[in-house]
């Protein structure tokens, strides 16, 4: 079925480094989301984008969606000890494609930073 | 902020056993999921649920499972003879407009099967 593959699974950082995961589908996505997971707790929104090209910045995230629409990056400049879990990005994809009632995520990139 | 609740926290219980979990998502939502994950793997798609009705079903959400929204306002996810393999956080989650719209999920219970 349609995937959304996210790598790299691990990233270990020193505290003030910058760290990048990436996100890729098979096929071309209306939009793409993403969440923060931290270490015992719950995914938690952190931004959609729906433009091919789209660049949205929080703070030291940038999050940004690629002109196929394939394609999502999220960069966090000058870790922090506070930006530690797993960071998922997620498209409605499904077996046959688009899907309009679900999320499929990325297997998720577990970000540590180490102070 | 509005939240997703969910009981219980974490429910044990013996092989072949019916579990029901239990859900209130945002109310003013109008597509309610349920989601699992194994313990640090990836977030698994079960279940939607729109209109009072499934919407979309993952493999994983077999015979076994079922949910219903009874009241207007739980959302239950029922397991009704639980496996070895069952065990993980189930995650309900609602939104606006499904798939086009953030999701908010619950803080998940934990199903621990023995």
């Known amino acids: 079925g349609q995937q959304v593959m996210q790598i790299p699974q691990y990233q270990h950082v020193q505290e003030g480094e910058d760290f990048t995961t990436y996100c890729n589908s098979s096929?071309?996505?209306?939009?793409i989301q993403w969440y923060k997971q931290r270490p015992g707790g719950h995914p938690v929104f952190l931004i959609q984008?729906?433009?091919?090209?789209e660049v949205k910045k929080q703070k030291r995230l940038t999050f940004q969606f690629g002109e196929a629409k394939k394609n999502s990056s999220l960069h966090i400049t000058a870790t922090q000890t506070t930006d530690v879990g797993t960071y998922f990005c997620?498209?409605?994809?499904?077996?046959?494609?688009?899907?309009?009632?679900?999320?499929?995520f990325g297997q998720g990139t577990i970000l540590t930073v180490h102070p | 902020e509005p939240e997703v609740t969910q009981t219980p926290s974490h429910q044990v219980t013996q092989m072949g056993q019916e579990v029901i979990l239990r859900c209130v998502p945002i109310?003013?939502?109008?597509?309610f999921y349920w989601y699992r994950q194994i313990l640090g793997q990836k977030v698994e798609f079960l279940v939607s649920?729109?209109?009072?009705?499934?919407?979309?079903k993952s493999e994983i959400f077999d015979d076994q499972f079922s949910v219903e929204r009874p009241d207007g306002s739980n959302f239950t996810l029922k397991i009704r003879s639980t496996k070895l393999e069952d065990s993980a956080m189930y995650f309900c989650?609602?939104?606006?407009?499904?798939?086009?719209?953030?999701?908010?999920f619950g803080s998940g219970t934990r199903l621990t099967v023995v």
């Open positions: 997620a498209g409605p994809v499904g077996a046959g494609g688009t899907s309009y009632g679900k999320l499929t």
């Open positions: 096929t071309t996505l209306s939009n």
């Open positions: 989650a609602s939104s606006e407009g499904g798939a086009g719209y953030g999701y908010t």
């Open positions: 649920f729109y209109n009072n009705e499934i919407s979309e």
């Open positions: 109310s003013n939502h109008l597509y």
């Open positions: 984008l729906v433009k091919s090209g």
